[in-house]
């Protein structure tokens, strides 16, 4: 090396020495906790961010499954994870559930969780059989007001986001109907396509298949408001039945303690993985969910708001986890 060119790179290492210090975050692979079994909306959700996100932060991204108790044991191992920045919680709506749902849980929803990002939402959707006769709302909730609990309809579990909707909307539209909880979305849609439940309930990603060849005829969705999903089905409180605001959600959330610098790294690279257009088609096509990728700031009062509102109505329902 030249006399010239030693002093030049002399003079550029101090600079180089910050930058490498800022790069200690991700030092090692990042953990998506998955507090489900393979396969359901919420794995795949963490499988879909999986390569594009290794791709973006240069580390591996590995996908871990651990279920139990209503999704409280993986849960409850992210809570109790080191604040490094390498563990987060892939989860669903039933976050905001589980509080109410599950006595004596080993761990604060609030205090032991930073909200990261709410990553999407999909309408929740009442249908019924297509050999029953009831086309549309109001022609169902007459006939449940004749007969109450004598129809029948299937969630995915008892507490779920179904549940909980299905149930806010019997105690605000004055019917009633007989609960048949199943053990997951697949048990669910082989017994709607079996002809064995009158209704169901669920979101638009395990229902939309059976929507589109008749199976399942749709008659609310139970959103504040229409979803473009569904532009043409009404929502409960366009119905007559008020104050229903149940749509399902994804999300992304992070040991409370991670250093904020952290997170908005995180943050960032998240919102520029599901830019891309093909990923968030495939959101929409596969899983029926509407890509949001909010800020970390909204996404906690969101959660705030729904915990508060499931936990009144499991209270008054009287509802327990399977």
Known sequence: MTPRRALLAAALTPLALPALAQRAWPAGPIRFMVPFPPGGSVDLVARFLQAPLQQR????????NRSGASGAIG????????PDGLTFL???DVFA?????VPNLPYDARRDFAPVMLVGTAPMILCAHKSRPWKDMASLVAAAKAAPERITCGTSGNGTLAHLAMELMQQNGGFRTTHVPYRGGAPLVQACIAGELDLCIASAAPLGRLM????????VQTGATRSTLLPNLPTATEMGIPGVDATAFWCLLAPAGVPQPVLAEFHA???QVLADAELRRKFLDQLGIEVVASDGASFGRLLEREMEVWAKVIRDTGIKAD
Not at 57 to 64: D, Q, R
Not at 212 to 219: A, S
């Open 57 to 64: 932060l240069g580390v591996a991204v590995v996908v871990e």
């Open 75 to 82: 849960v409850n191992v992210v809570a109790k994870a080191a």
């Open 90 to 92: 892939a989860i669903s």
């Open 97 to 101: 559930a589980l509080p109410g749902l």
């Open 212 to 219: 589109q060849d008749g199976t399942l005829v749709p008659l």
């Open 269 to 271: 690279a998240l919102v």
